[in-house]
């Protein structure tokens, strides 16, 4: 995934912090924008996760953050619902003026709401999905439950949202109980995901139902079960995007087009410093996530360098036995390798090797199933050394690295 920070202006000049994400190998074949939720910004872990599955699938993602939050402009007391869906179809306008208009809309939280509301009326969007999304805006309201009369008395009040210190004013009230999404939904045919988790305490489950009621089909709803309102867990969010992905490319109309030819056929590509260590691989059509584990400060997303080594070796052990045994038309029925590593010290170093020297030592054991004479098994462990992988580890392999120009 590649990550470009980008700004653009709302419908005040104002200008508004974004990132896009796009894929590691390709253009993206349609893009996507992502609403964060109420009073958070375009870093929350979860949104990350999310827009790491779609791009995964070839979109592309601007994420923001709305007016007066975490790297935009603006005062957050002026804002309100109103400017928030006004916020989106500006991001929607700068893709469409600088990539290609968006065909899909995610939105979490009152983001959703806002993505829903905004997306009713934007001819691009193919698609809208909300997350753990409120069924009208004026639900909010119970976060602040106990300012509202002194915003009501006073015109203003600093309230205490997540832990964080907000100002609200009387206008944002006003706006919140003037719009509605529900009503709007009744007149959209567009294709609807939404997903909302039972556990949820922030925003019950019973906002979903209202929101899948009032829209029409295509509708579809996914269970977040176990996640919290935030999609903390990371395996929650990894999930949304999977879902996602998946969901919209049944309504999306994929442009996908390559990239020109690069000078390999795999590609690995870290992002900033908050993926710490997480990594995109491209490998032809293939996409996976490499990772460390959280022990040694990653977020364990996928396998690491030295388990795709293992991997390397134990497919290519299985399908090289796999081609021995059809060819020799030996019944083999399943192989099964199982593969660590780790590093040794040599027995027999001596001060001229440097003593307490290490080697890698990779130890695999091969569990064959079918019907093999004993002189058939000790003849596939013989294969097994053959494989190509093996003999490019068993002998020196020349690395030749420069930079690209």
């Known amino acids: 995934m590649k990550t470009e920070r980008v700004t653009f202006k709302n419908a005040d000049g104002i200008k508004l912090a974004a990132k896009l994400e796009l894929p590691v190998d390709r253009r993206p074949h349609n893009f996507a924008v ?9 870093n929350l872990k979860a949104i990350k996760n999310i827009a790491d599955g779609l791009t995964s699938a070839g979109f592309g993602v ?3 953050d709305f007016t007066g ?13 109103s400017s928030q869906v006004s916020d989106i179809t500006h991001a929607v306008k700068w893709l469409e003026e600088n990539y290609r208009a968006p065909a899909l809309l995610v939105g979490h939280s009152l983001g959703g709401t806002a993505a829903l509301l905004a997306g009713t009326g934007l001819d691009s969007v193919r698609a809208m999905v909300s997350i753990g999304s409120p069924a009208e805006p004026e639900h909010v309201k ?19 949202i997540g832990g964080r210190g907000f100002r609200i004013k009387h ?18 045919r567009k294709p609807l995901l939404i997903m909302h988790s039972p556990q949820d305490s922030i925003v019950g489950i019973s906002e979903a139902e209202k929101i899948y ?70 490998m032809g059509k293939h996409h996976l996530v490499a990772d460390e584990p959280e022990s040694l400060g990653g977020f364990d997303l996928g396998p690491s360098p030295y388990d795709l080594l293992k991997a390397a070796l134990g497919a290519c052990t299985t399908m090289t036995l796999r081609m021995y045994a059809d060819h020799k038309k030996i019944d083999l029925s399943e192989v099964t390798v199982h593969l660590k590593h780790e590093k040794r010290h040599l027995k027999d170093a001596d001060a001229s090797e440097g003593k307490g020297k290490k080697m890698d030592h990779i130890d695999r054991i091969i569990e064959i199933d079918g019907d093999l004479t004993d002189a058939q098994r000790k003849r596939m462990l013989q294969i097994a050394d ?13 690395i030749n690295s420069k930079l690209k120009e």
């Open 213 to 282: 009621k009032a829209a029409f089909h295509p509708k579809s709803f996914v269970s977040l079960d176990g996640a919290d309102h935030l999609l903390s867990k990371k395996e929650d969010a990894q999930y949304a995007g999977q879902v996602i992905a998946a969901w919209a490319e049944r309504y999306v109309e994929k442009k996908e087009e390559k990239l020109p030819d690069g000078p390999a056929d795999t590609i690995a590509r870290i992002g900033g410093k908050s993926d710490k260590y997480t990594t995109q691989v491209k």
């Open 171 to 188: 206008q944002f009230i006003k706006d919140i109980t003037s719009r509605s999404l529900l009503k709007k939904l009744e007149d959209s």
């Open 34 to 42: 992502f609403a964060h939720c109420f009073t958070c910004n375009m």
């Open 386 to 398: 053959r494989c190509p992988v093996h003999k490019t580890l068993k002998q020196s392999v020349i």
């Open 69 to 81: 939050l975490g790297m935009s402009e603006g005062e957050f007391a002026e804002s309100n619902f």
């Open 62 to 64: 601007l994420r923001f």
């Open 142 to 160: 119970h976060l602040f439950k106990g300012d509202i009369k002194e915003i009501e008395k006073e015109g203003a009040a600093e309230v205490n």
